[in-house]
Each structure stands twice: as C-alpha cells, then as structure tokens.
C-alpha cells in the first residue's frame, strides 16, 4: 500500500522482480549445470538434523556438503568411469526420496 501511495506500479515491479529472480536462477543452472535432487535432499536432512526446524541457512550448509562430497565421489573415480556430480547427487537422491515416500505411507 505504501510504495503504490507513492506512485510505484506494483504489478509491474512484482512482475519484474520474478522474472529477474528466474533468470538468476536460470543462469545459475546453467553455469552449475543440472543437479538434481540437492535442495530435496538439504531441506529434508536440514529438517531432520533441526528436530523440525530447519533455518535456511543450515539448509544451505547440507546441499553444500551434499555437492562437495558428490563431486568429491565423481572426481575419485577410476579414469575409465566417469559419472557426472548430477549422476551422483540422484544417485544419493533415488534412495533418500524412496524412504520418505515409504515412511509417509507408513504414517496414514
């Protein structure tokens, strides 16, 4: 209410700052490359780890260990198999994402 008193289109700045925000992330995946299932696995185990809670910041901490030791496996490797991070981060991610959908059928 305030910054439309003021003069200010808020659609249009609402508008703008999501499409600003899906290009940074675009370019982010695009530089990074696709890694699958690191924000799926950092919340859940952050959430886990936090007895419910789970602040961003330590969400953040896990997905970054979780990319620093699937990096850490793919580049470990024999020189004949190579598995890019992605492989490895669904690889940790298959399983996890099994049991969650077993223990929440198991709940009701």
């Known amino acids: 209410d305030s910054a439309a008193g003021l003069g200010l289109d808020v659609t249009r700045t609402k508008l703008l700052v999501l499409v600003v925000g899906v290009l940074l992330s675009a370019a982010a995946t695009a530089v990074a490359g696709p890694v699958a299932f690191v924000a799926f696995l950092a919340g859940a185990i952050a959430r886990r780890a936090g007895r419910g809670r789970a602040p961003v910041t330590t969400?953040?901490?896990v997905g970054v260990l979780i990319m620093l030791g699937a990096?850490?496996?793919s580049a470990s490797l024999p020189d004949n198999v190579a598995l890019p991070v992605g492989v490895v981060?669904?690889?940790l991610g298959a399983p996890f994402?099994?049991?969650?959908v077993v223990a929440t059928h198991r709940r009701g």
């Not at 994402?97 to 969650?100: K, Q």
């Open 89 to 91: 981060t669904g690889m």
């Open 59 to 61: 969400a953040a901490l």
């Open 71 to 73: 990096q850490l496996v």
């Open 97 to 100: 994402l099994l049991i969650l």
